[in-house]
C-alpha cells in the first residue's frame, strides 16, 4: 500500500470506532494521536460503563477484516442464527433471520472488542493512546486542541468518533452551522445479568437473540463467552407503565413477575441491577453537515448515532472506517475531497439506517407476536428461495449484505407492497399465487448487483 503523505491526524474518541479508524491510517503510513476522556479501558482504573452487547454483522465484520482483526474478534464472538420469541405464558418460537444457515449475527462483548481494537491500535507503533483528556474546546484560529486538565495539544487534521454526545461535533458547532439534531425516543434501557446456570452452563439457548416482546415495551438477552447472558430492559421513560414507575423493588419485582414470568428464575441479580444500573438514553442524531472544510470531520455516533434496534450502530460506524479510508486511498491522500466525498456519499445512507432502527423497534415489540407476521416472513423466505437474484428481504439486505443502506431501504419499500399483494387474502403460504409473484418480483425489482453480496 502505497504511504500517504504524513500528517498529523487527531482522533477524539477511543472507543470502537475512533480505536478502527487508527489502526486502518496507520496501516497506511499515518501517524495518530488517540484523544480519549476516560482511563484506558484496559487498566485497573477504568470504568464499568456499558457493557451492553452488540451484533456484529456483515459490514462490521468486513470493515474488521481490512485490518486485518477479524480472525481475532471471532475468537469471542457467538453465531446467532435467529430470533427465539419468549410469550407472557414461556412458550417459544423461533425465527431464523435469513433464509440459509450461514446468514447469522455475531454476539460480541463491547469492552472486550474496545480492549482488542487499542491493543491493535498500538501495536502499529503510529498510534498514541493519550487517555484522561477529555476534549472542551478548539481553538481553531490556533489549530489546537483543548482539554479539562487545562493543556492542550496542536492538530493538522481532527476526525471526530467521540459518540452521541461529541464534544468535538461541539466545537464545530460554534464555527458553523451543523443543523445538528438530537432526537430522543421515549423509551429508554436497563442493563441485566443473566449468569450461567448452577452447571455453570448457558441458561438460555447461546444461538439465538432472545426476545421477550411485550407490545409497548420488551426485553433482550445476547450470549457471551463466559456463558452468561447481557440482557436489556426496553421500557418507556415515562406513563402508566414505565421505569417511572419502578422506582422501587416491591414494584420492579412485581412487575418482572406479571410481564417475564419465565425470566425471573434466569435473573437472580435484577434486585442489584436495578440499584446499579443507571436508566440508559436512546436517540438519534442527524447533522445536516459533517465536516469543517477539510480540516475537522464527525463519524460514526458523533455524526449519526442511532437507537439499537437493527443492530446497526457499530456496523454503520465501523463502514464508516472502511469508506473513510477507501476514500482516502481514491484521491491519492486529498484531505479536502475525501471529506467532501465521506459527507455527500455516507449521510445518506446514514438517516437511511437511522429511520430502518426506528422501525424495526415496532417490529422487535410488537409485529413478532403477530400470526400474520409470521407468515409474511415466512413468505420473504421463500421469494427469496425462488429470486434470490431479486428478493431479499430488507432485514437481509441490511444485516447479511453490504450494499448501501439507502438500497435496502428503497427495495424494503417495494417489497413490502409486493408482500402487501401476495397476502391479501391468503391466510397460509399454500393459498399464495406464486405465478403472480413471480410477474411482481421480476417486474419491479431488478437484479441485486454482485458487489452487495457478503464476503464474510
Not at 491522500?333 to 430502518?356: C, H, K, L, V
Request: overall charge negative; charged content about 25%; proline content about 5%.
Amino acid at each position: 500500500m502505497k504511504p500517504l503523505s504524513t500528517t498529523h491526524i487527531s482522533i477524539v474518541g477511543a472507543g470502537l470506532a475512533g480505536a478502527l479508524l487508527a489502526t486502518l491510517l496507520a496501516r497506511r503510513g499515518l501517524d495518530v494521536v488517540l484523544f480519549e476522556r476516560h482511563p484506558d479501558p484496559r487498566g485497573s482504573e477504568a470504568r464499568s460503563g456499558r457493557s451492553i452487547n452488540l451484533a456484529l454483522a456483515a459490514r462490521g465484520r468486513h470493515a474488521l477484516q481490512l485490518a486485518e482483526l477479524l480472525e481475532q474478534v471471532d475468537r469471542f464472538t457467538l453465531p446467532m442464527g435467529g430470533r427465539l420469541m419468549h410469550s407472557e405464558w414461556g412458550d417459544l418460537t423461533r425465527q431464523p433471520y435469513g433464509a440459509s444457515e450461514d446468514e447469522v449475527i455475531w454476539s460480541v462483548h463491547r469492552r472486550r472488542l474496545n480492549r482488542l481494537l487499542l491493543d491493535a491500535a498500538e501495536s502499529t507503533g503510529r498510534v498514541e493512546l493519550r487517555f484522561g483528556h477529555a476534549l472542551t474546546g478548539v481553538n481553531w484560529a490556533r489549530s489546537r486542541l483543548q482539554f479539562a486538565h487545562g493543556g492542550d495539544a496542536p492538530f493538522d487534521r481532527v476526525l471526530g468518533a467521540d459518540g452521541a454526545g461529541s464534544a468535538l461535533r461541539q466545537a464545530m458547532s460554534e464555527e458553523t452551522d451543523l443543523g445538528a439534531r438530537e432526537e430522543l425516543l421515549d423509551h429508554g434501557y436497563l442493563e441485566l445479568t443473566v449468569p450461567p446456570d448452577d452447571h455453570g452452563d448457558f441458561a438460555l439457548d447461546p444461538g439465538a437473540l432472545h426476545i421477550w416482546p411485550r407490545g409497548g415495551f420488551m426485553m433482550i438477552a445476547l450470549p457471551n463467552e463466559d456463558r452468561s447472558f447481557t440482557g436489556t430492559l426496553f421500557l418507556p421513560r415515562s406513563g402508566d407503565v414505565s421505569f417511572e414507575r419502578l422506582s422501587d423493588w416491591m414494584h420492579q419485582e412485581d412487575f418482572f413477575h406479571l410481564h417475564f414470568p419465565d425470566a425471573v428464575p434466569l435473573l437472580p441479580r435484577l434486585r442489584q441491577d436495578f440499584a446499579e444500573h443507571p436508566v440508559g438514553i436512546l436517540g438519534t442524531v442527524r447533522c445536516r453537515r459533517w465536516r469543517l472544510g477539510d480540516r475537522a470531520l464527525l463519524l460514526g455516533d458523533a455524526a449519526h448515532a442511532i437507537v439499537p434496534f437493527h443492530g446497526q450502530g457499530m456496523n454503520a460506524a465501523f463502514e464508516d472506517c472502511a469508506a473513510f479510508v477507501d476514500l482516502l486511498d481514491d484521491t491519492g491522500g486529498d484531505w479536502d475531497e475525501t471529506f467532501r466525498r465521506f459527507e455527500a456519499e455516507r449521510r445518506p445512507q446514514a438517516n437511511a439506517i437511522a429511520d430502518m432502527a426506528l422501525e424495526n423497534y415496532q417490529v422487535m415489540r410488537m409485529a413478532v407476536r403477530d400470526p400474520v407476521f409470521l407468515l409474511r416472513k415466512r413468505l420473504e423466505h421463500e421469494l427469496e428461495r425462488r429470486f434470490g437474484d431479486r428478493f431479499v428481504p430488507r432485514y437481509s439486505l441490511v444485516m447479511f449484505h453490504r450494499g448501501p443502506y439507502t438500497d435496502a431501504y428503497r427495495r424494503g419499500e417495494i417489497q413490502a407492497k409486493i408482500l402487501d399483494r401476495l397476502l391479501d387474502g391468503a391466510g397460509t403460504l399454500e393459498e399464495v399465487d406464486f405465478d403472480e409473484a413471480a410477474r411482481l418480483v421480476t417486474g419491479r425489482l431488478q437484479p441485486l448487483p454482485r458487489s452487495t453480496v457478503p464476503d464474510v
